[in-house]
C-alpha cells in the first residue's frame, strides 16, 4: 500500500501545483497544511536546505521543490493523465517556460508583494510588465499551442495569484487591452475542471494578499 503525503500551504501557489498534479493523476494523499511562521520539525527535516512547502513524501521518501515533484509524479504514476507532452521538444519548451515563470516572474511578483521601498515596487511592476509581453508574443507566435497540463498547472503564478495580487495592491498590470492572448489563454485555463477545483477560494486568497502584502503608491 502505497502512502503519499503532501506538507503544504493553502495559499502556496507551488504547493496547489503538486495538489493538482496529484488529483490528476488521481492519487491519494494525505494533505498535511504547515504554519510557516512556526514551521514543524517535519518540514525541517524533510526539507533542510530550503526549509520550504511544497514536500512530497512517497513512502517516507521526500521529494521538493516543486517543478522536481511534478516531475516526478508524471514520472511515478505514468498511468493517469500525463502532465508532461511526450515529444522531447515540446517537453523542452514547457520546462523552459516553466523556469521562466518561477525565475523571471515570480522574483518581480515578490518584490511588488513584500518589499517596503515604493521604486522597488514600481520597478517590479514595469520588469514583469515587460516579461508579461515575452510571454504575450510567445502565446502569439505560437498560436498558444506550445501550453500544455504542465505549464498549465505551473502558471497558476500568472493565470489566478497574479489577478489576485493585482487587486490586493489596487495595480492593473495585466490588461486585456495590453496582453489579449495572456488573459484568454488565463481564462480558459482556470476554468480548466482539474485546476478549478483545486484553486483556493478568490475571496479567501485576496483576504490573505490584503493582509500580508506592503501598499504600492503608484507615481503620478
Ligand atoms: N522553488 C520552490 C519555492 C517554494 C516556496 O517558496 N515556498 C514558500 C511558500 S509559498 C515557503 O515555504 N516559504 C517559507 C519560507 O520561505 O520560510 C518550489 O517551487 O517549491
Not at 71 to 92: F, V
Amino acid at each position: 500500500m502505497e502512502q503519499v503525503k503532501l506538507l503544504g500551504s493553502w495559499a502556496s501557489p507551488y504547493s496547489v501545483r503538486v495538489e493538482i498534479a496529484l488529483k490528476l493523476k488521481g492519487i491519494q494523499y494525505e494533505y498535511i497544511e504547515e504554519d510557516l511562521s512556526n514551521k514543524s520539525p517535519t518540514l525541517l527535516k524533510y526539507n533542510p536546505i530550503h526549509k520550504k512547502i511544497p514536500v512530497l513524501l512517497h513512502n517516507g521518501k521526500p521529494i521538493v521543490e516543486s517543478l522536481v515533484i511534478l516531475e516526478y509524479i508524471d514520472e511515478t504514476w505514468k498511468d493517469g493523465t500525463p502532465i508532461l507532452p511526450k515529444d522531447p521538444y515540446q517537453r523542452a519548451m514547457e520546462r523552459f517556460w516553466a523556469k521562466f515563470m518561477d525565475e523571471k516572474c515570480l522574483p518581480e511578483m515578490l518584490k511588488l508583494c513584500y518589499v517596503s521601498n515604493n521604486e522597488v515596487k514600481v520597478n517590479a511592476m514595469g520588469e514583469l510588465h515587460k516579461l508579461l509581453k515575452l510571454l504575450e508574443n510567445e502565446l502569439i507566435k505560437d498560436n498558444n499551442n506550445i501550453f500544455g497540463g504542465y505549464i498549465e498547472i505551473v502558471s497558476i503564478l500568472i493565470t489566478y495569484w497574479l489577478g489576485v495580487i493585482q487587486e490586493a495592491l489596487e495595480v492593473d498590470i495585466l490588461k486585456k487591452e495590453e496582453f489579449p492572448n495572456i488573459c484568454l489563454w488565463a481564462d480558459k485555463s482556470i476554468s480548466c475542471s482539474f485546476i478549478k477545483e483545486n484553486l483556493p477560494p478568490r475571496e479567501k486568497l485576496l483576504a490573505f494578499y490584503k493582509n500580508h502584502t506592503k501598499p504600492l503608491i503608484l507615481p503620478n
